[in-house]
């Protein structure tokens, strides 16, 4: 079975563009989550969904990131404009929602903003 | 609030050494526990979780963790460290709201 699918994997652009991160959950999860991991400030909880219905966005930094889920199969996180201090492994994971159970993660996408 | 706390950014131990990586949590219900694995330029992995029922958890690649309430913990053992084992291990914890707070982590080194 295929796990979490992020793509793309790795992402360099200059301070001022558009990103766009994409991810495609386990057939059958509910739940996604999309979190930041930094040397910093560790793993961040951004944002998540539950059938495609945004539950909690409290940890997205600020009003140029936002996040969609535009069906069951696909959600994306958006940076516009896209600043140095973002750079930062983004992870996508998703699970069945309303049981407390595992969540899967996909493999992550590097950003780099020069 | 939930939270968990990792002792240690760093452990340093020999292959066919015993491996001890701590965490203790702090929840104000029923608590959920997890252990994931983070090898380099790689997502998380599921090392091993409590949920509810026996309070020794065996997970993958030889690895458990005991769940103590009184002590607040969910150290992950494993009784001889190999190469491969090298990797970052999270602690974390579920907030009752479908999230988990994650700890900050743990680089196990294994020296040869």
């Known amino acids: 079975d295929a796990g979490v699918i992020q793509s793309p994997r790795h992402e360099v652009t200059e301070m001022g563009q558009e990103v766009t991160l994409r991810c495609k959950p386990i057939s059958g999860h509910n739940s996604l989550f999309w979190y930041r991991q930094t040397m910093m400030r560790g793993l961040e909880l951004l944002i998540y969904f539950n059938n495609n219905v945004p539950i909690d966005d409290s940890g997205m930094p600020e009003d140029r990131f936002s996040a969609k889920m535009p069906n069951a199969s696909f959600s994306t996180l958006k940076i516009q404009p896209s600043e140095p201090r973002d750079s930062a492994v983004y992870f996508c994971?998703?699970?069945?929602?309303?049981?407390?159970?595992?969540?899967?993660f996909g493999p992550g996408t590097r950003l780099t903003v020069l | 609030a939930q939270s968990v706390t990792q002792l240690g950014s760093h452990v340093s131990v020999s292959e066919g050494a015993l491996v001890l990586l701590r965490c203790n949590y702090s929840?104000?219900?029923?608590?959920?526990l997890f252990w994931y694995v983070q090898y380099p330029n790689q997502g998380l992995q599921l090392l091993l979780k409590?949920?509810?029922?026996?309070?020794l958890v065996k997970g993958i690649n030889g690895f458990e963790a005991e769940f103590k309430k009184s002590e607040t913990s969910f150290h992950l053992t494993k009784p001889s460290a190999h190469m491969s084992d090298a990797a970052e291990y999270f602690c974390a914890v579920n907030t009752g709201f479908q999230k988990l707070v994650f700890g900050t982590g743990t680089r196990l080194l294994v020296s040869p």
């Open positions: 929840s104000s219900v029923p608590p959920y």
């Open positions: 409590y949920t509810t029922g026996a309070t």
């Open positions: 994971a998703s699970r069945v929602a309303g049981v407390i159970d595992t969540q899967y």
